[in-house]
């Protein structure tokens, strides 16, 4: 992709508001020269006899007039952040500060940077890929540890070395293929079509096994849809508040307190939940409350995993079988919450095949909560992957593009099985390598870049 960012550009690296220090950042071929406009270092050495990667203290100026003192530090190209040259300058991080360092900057002939503008000038000057440039985005937004681990190792190459492993093998693979027709004269072994189905096969399934990784990482950074059900006064929101770490929920002894539905992204062990909490299903004449019981049942039937928060301590009642007979029309994932387990344990008997998991608990308390996350991991995260540092699919653009090439190269392993012969098969293997190529952006289109790094905020 050709680099057409000829400008300049400036922008607040630290997040708004009042701190210690802030940072702003400079990118572009006068990088340099800005700089110098608008700080004077300590040491009276012109801007370009500093040396690299070294800091200098030094007046930050606006008008021919110091408004701070500060650090600064020049990365030369391409040993930089975005391969371009670099300054970054720290001063105070009052917000008025801030701003007037900033101001004086833009005077001294930088522009206000895009969002994401920054990482987006890396990936086109080739200091990142696509994938690692998307983990960037993805460290800045972690909810969880689990995102975080995954964003880091992403970042460090892991799923973008396996992008490029497939993407080798089927060149080299095609590359035999068309050797033996270009170069008919020379000692060249013909590919068989069946070792051609073999090598290709191999290939499929290493995609399909990366691919595969999505149903993990859609849990941990995408989330899922996690709906609390049950009958009033069974501790759903002692539940959700448990779960939230906080008081989210309004909790009393009094039956029917949730009327309507309360929503937060929480993040349980390396699951993230979009958790709904619901008021209790029952039939009731009060209008309000039969507004509540509609939407519960509306967002049980939208969900991809329900936890059905029953009384542990006592039989079940009208309220709860009734609900019970709801759930066997719910197609998501179940999961039985016996709570109020330190009041005592009655012997309830739960359909059979109704539900993945059953957990004593004691929301009230905190106690089953470690349980509780176990179920879900369990039922959601794939034990054989390792969060720390392997290679797994993080986004539905990267599933997508992962089962379109393996579905190529499916196609042309039945080319080449049906006799139509290898060379006539490798125009798929070549289709594979040209959406590999794409999913890590070795050739991209710019509605998919521009998209991708819209996302960041400005100043990375």
């Given amino acids: 992709m050709k680099n057409d960012f000829l400008s300049t550009i400036a922008a607040v690296s630290t997040p708004r508001g009042k701190g210690g ?17 608008c700080f004077s270092p300590k040491c009276k050495k012109d801007i370009s006899e ?3 990667r070294t800091a200098y203290f030094g007046d930050i100026i606006s008008n021919s007039e110091p408004i701070d003192d500060g650090i ?32 004086a900057v833009f005077k001294a002939g930088a522009a ?4 994401g503008e920054f990482t987006r000038r890396a990936f086109v000057n080739g200091k990142l890929s696509l994938t690692k440039a998307e983990a960037v985005g993805e460290i800045l937004e972690a909810k969880s540890d689990a995102q975080l681990h995954i964003a880091a190792s992403q970042r460090r190459g892991a ?5 490029d492993t497939a993407a080798h093998a089927l060149t080299a693979l095609i590359a035999d293929v068309y050797a033996k027709i270009d170069y008919p004269d020379e000692d060249l072994s013909e590919i068989s079509d069946e070792e051609f189905a073999r090598r290709a096969e191999d290939i499929r399934l290493s995609l399909i096994n990366l691919r595969d990784t999505y149903r993990s990482g859609s849990a941990i950074f995408e989330g899922v849809n996690t709906v609390i059900c049950g009958a009033p006064n069974r501790g759903k929101s002692s539940l959700y508040n448990a779960i939230a770490g906080e008081d989210a929920a309004i909790v009393t002894e009094i039956a029917g307190t949730t009327r309507d539905v309360l929503e937060r992204d929480i993040p349980l062990g390396k699951v993230l939940l979009h958790l709904t909490d619901t008021a209790g299903i029952h039939d009731t004449e009060d209008v309000v409350e039969q507004i509540g019981v509609k939407r519960a049942e509306e967002r049980m039937n939208d969900a991809e995993l329900i936890i059905c928060v029953l009384d542990g301590s006592k039989a079940l009642g009208d309220a709860d079988i009734a609900l019970l007979n709801k ?11 016996l709570n109020k387990s330190d009041i005592g344990k009655a012997d309830i008997k739960l359909p059979t095949g109704l539900f993945e998991k059953e957990v004593p608990m004691s929301a009230k308390n905190g106690i089953g909560l470690i349980e509780l996350k176990a179920a879900v991991e369990e039922l959601f995260i794939d034990e054989k992957i390792n969060t720390n540092s392997d290679a797994i699919v993080t986004s539905a653009r990267q599933f997508a593009a992962l089962d379109e090439a393996q579905t190529l190269i499916a196609d042309a392993i039945v080319t080449a ?7 006539l098969a490798s125009s798929d293997l070549e289709r594979a390598v040209a959406v590999l190529d794409e999913l890590d952006g070795r050739s991209v289109s710019e509605n998919v870049v521009s998209e991708i790094f819209g996302r960041f905020c400005v100043g990375k």
Avoid: Q, W
């Fill in 327 to 337: 759930l066997k029309d719910v197609a998501a994932p179940k999961i039985a919450v």
């Fill in 159 to 163: 799923l973008s070395e396996k992008i």
């Fill in 50 to 52: 500093l040396k690299a």
């Fill in 112 to 115: 206000p940077a895009a969002a």
């Fill in 21 to 37: 220090v802030a940072l702003i950042r400079i990118s572009g071929d006068e990088a340099a020269t800005v700089a110098g406009r």
């Fill in 417 to 423: 099985k049906s006799g139509m012969g290898a060379d």
């Fill in 72 to 103: 600064m530090t020049i990365f030369r190209a391409p040993a930089s952040y975005t391969g371009e040259d670099m300054v970054e300058i720290s001063c105070h991080g009052g917000v008025l500060v801030t701003n007037r360092v900033l101001e």
